[in-house]
């Protein structure tokens, strides 16, 4: 599966929009890109997923670059509920042998304030 | 419908005793997950199951960690001998299919090993 990258940490405003970046330069054409965040002492809860179209749902947007090489991950409004370490991965399908496990990095500390 | 339960969600033991730790997985999901998650990193992936078989154990640190799901439901996953290095969060994650199917997180279990 390819590597992800993310910024380490960042701040939101609650209210505001949280944008969060990641970068995956060497997904290839049958990944997937996913999103989970994990609220200190719980398991990791997803958020969305996508391959190459922008995706939305009720708890976020997520936006791929056409080159699929980054993404952004959107909280439309960000509450102090939304303090999580956010984690960006991409995923393997059909036909790997990686058998659709998910490999974490080190996510985004993201920090909503009031 | 009930999500991912784990058993027990602490458990403190001593070097060298065995332990079990329990995962039922959402109902009617055939693919099961164990990950491991060391303070301050990102869940590291240990086992996945298909029904009854496990289809990639590549993640099992040492043959002490072993795991089980005998009836395609219910996992246990169980560690010999073990090390104060093994004390982590260990979390399970089930879904529908194993290829496309989001993964869903239990709590985790916190091992303590004094």
């Known amino acids: ?30 990944e ?16 969305i997923h996508g391959l190459k179209n922008n995706e939305t749902n009720e ?12 993404s952004t991950l959107i909280l439309p409004h960000a509450t102090l509920r939304d303090t999580a370490v956010y984690y960006c ?16 990095g080190q996510g985004t500390i993201l920090t909503v304030h009031p | 419908g009930a999500g991912v339960s784990q058993t027990p969600s602490n458990k403190v033991t001593e070097k060298g005793k065995y332990v079990e730790l329990r995962c039922d997985p959402i109902s009617g999901h055939t693919a099961l997950y164990w990950y491991r998650q060391s303070l301050g990193q990102g869940p590291e992936f ?43 969060v260990y979390l399970c994650a089930s879904a529908g299919d194993p290829v496309l199917g989001t993964q ?9 090993v004094l």
Not at chain 2, 54 to 60: E, I, K, P, V
């Open chain 1, 89 to 104: 991965i991409v995923r393997g399908i059909a036909g790997g042998t990686s058998y659709g496990k998910l490999t974490f």
């Open chain 2, 46 to 88: 240990l086992i996945y199951f298909q029904g009854t078989g496990a289809a990639d154990d590549s993640g099992l640190p040492n043959d002490r960690f072993f795991a089980v799901r005998p009836e395609g439901s219910v996992s246990t996953l169980k560690i010999q001998r073990t090390e104060r290095g093994d004390s982590a």
């Open chain 1, 59 to 70: 708890m976020a947007s997520l936006i791929i670059t056409e080159d699929r090489k980054s």
């Open chain 1, 32 to 47: 997937y890109v996913y999103w989970y965040r994990q609220i200190h002492s719980q398991g990791p809860q997803y958020i």
């Open chain 1, 1 to 30: 599966d390819a590597k992800t990258t993310q910024p380490p940490s960042m701040d939101c405003a609650e209210g505001r929009a949280a944008n969060l970046p990641c970068n995956h330069s060497t997904i290839s054409g049958n």
């Open chain 2, 104 to 112: 869903y997180f239990g709590p985790g279990t916190r091992l303590t």
